[in-house]
């Protein structure tokens, strides 16, 4: 399947609304990337693992990272990203050291062994944070992480541009209204109703960039 800019659909947003929208290119980037991370995708993204050292109670996250997957304890990252399978059967090296410092491989073992649980880390904006001291210990971070153009937006599946684009105008148009409603101007019923409709035209898209992904869930495939 191929890929887009995601910058198609904030030119999309415009061409289709109001030349005055490109004012306002940093807060359809965070709405893009926002509706982006909704309707997920199950290929589009790689999966890498990135290993640190706790310094305290928060790490910030990884370049390009979308959504944080698993956290283990100890350092995988090169043998996750060099045999990494899948993410229901994530498998890491299991070691034991001889003698002097020097380590063998004697088989692998299934990372359940080795994963932090999610009642003690969170993510947070672009950082992680641990409800639990970690500090000096290793850990790894697996991840979806997504490509960037040159100009630093997002690389996302091109099925996706269209709800993205729908989405920025809806989100738009309520922003408009919020407005109006905080004004003494009287709010017709059309304009409510148009609200719904983009709503509506939105939700849409974004199943149908689903069901191109393969990515519906079993509810909504008996929807339509």
Same mark, same amino acid.
């Given at each position: 399947?191929?890929?887009?800019?995601?910058?198609?659909?904030?030119?999309?947003?415009?061409?289709?609304?109001?030349?005055?929208?490109?004012?306002?290119?940093?807060?359809?980037?965070?709405? $893009?990337?926002?509706?982006?991370? $909704?309707?997920?995708?199950?290929?589009?993204?790689?999966?890498?693992?990135?290993?640190?050292?706790?310094?305290?109670?928060?790490?910030?996250?990884?370049?390009?990272?979308? *959504?944080?997957?698993?956290?283990?304890?100890?350092?995988?990252?090169?043998?996750?990203?060099?045999?990494?399978?899948?993410?229901?059967?994530?498998?890491?090296? *299991?070691?034991?050291?001889?003698?002097?410092?020097?380590?063998?491989?004697?088989?692998?073992?299934?990372?359940?062994?080795?994963?932090?649980?999610?009642?003690?880390?969170?993510?947070?904006?672009?950082?992680?944070?641990?409800?639990?001291?970690?500090?000096?210990?290793?850990?790894?971070?697996?991840?979806?992480?997504?490509?960037?153009?040159?100009?630093?937006?997002?690389?996302?599946?091109?099925?996706?541009? *269209?709800?993205?684009?729908?989405?920025?105008?809806?989100?738009?148009?309520?922003?408009?209204?919020?407005?109006?409603?905080?004004?003494?101007?009287?709010?017709?019923?059309?304009?409510?109703?148009?609200?719904?409709?983009?709503? $509506?035209?939105?939700?849409?898209?974004?199943?149908?960039?689903? $069901?191109?992904?393969?990515?519906?869930?079993?509810?909504?495939?008996?929807?339509?």
């Amino acid at each position: 399947m191929s890929r887009k800019s995601i910058k198609h659909a904030i030119v999309n947003a415009i061409d289709e609304t109001d030349a005055s929208l490109g004012r306002y290119e940093v807060q359809m980037i965070k709405w $893009a990337q926002y509706i982006e991370k $909704a309707i997920g995708s199950k290929d589009g993204y790689k999966r890498i693992a990135k290993a640190y050292t706790v310094e305290g109670s928060e790490i910030e996250k990884p370049e390009g990272c979308v *959504k944080v997957l698993k956290v283990l304890y100890g350092n995988h990252e090169d043998r996750i990203n060099s045999y990494y399978q899948s993410q229901e059967r994530l498998l890491v090296n *299991k070691t034991h050291e001889v003698m002097d410092g020097m380590k063998i491989i004697i088989g692998w073992s299934e990372a359940e062994n080795y994963i932090v649980s999610e009642l003690i880390w969170d993510e947070y904006g672009d950082k992680i944070n641990f409800l639990n001291e970690l500090k000096g210990r290793e850990i790894t971070i697996f991840y979806n992480k997504i490509d960037v153009d040159e100009e630093g937006y997002w690389i996302v599946q091109e099925s996706h541009i *269209k709800a993205i684009t729908d989405y920025i105008i809806y989100m738009f148009a309520k922003k408009n209204l919020w407005k109006t409603l905080r004004s003494d101007k009287m709010i017709r019923s059309t304009e409510l109703m148009n609200i719904d409709k983009l709503e $509506a035209k939105y939700a849409k898209s974004i199943r149908n960039a689903r $069901a191109e992904d393969g990515n519906e869930t079993p509810f909504e495939k008996i929807q339509y």
